[in-house]
Structure formats: structure tokens, C-alpha cells
């Protein structure tokens, strides 16, 4: 999830990582 915070221009990550998603 960290990795994909930090890589803001990857959409495809926040979807791919549900912590992410949860966090948005």
C-alpha cells in the first residue's frame, strides 16, 4: 500500500491495492 501512496500518478495501482482505494 505505501508503494502505491507514493506513486500517485498510477491510477492502476490505487485500484489494484484495496488499502489504497479505502484510504481515497
Partial sequence: ???C???IGHI???QAD???V???
Fill in 22 to 24: 479505502a484510504a481515497l
Fill in 18 to 20: 484495496p488499502d489504497v
Fill in 5 to 7: 501512496r507514493l506513486s
Fill in 12 to 14: 492502476d495501482d490505487f
Fill in 1 to 3: 500500500a505505501e508503494r
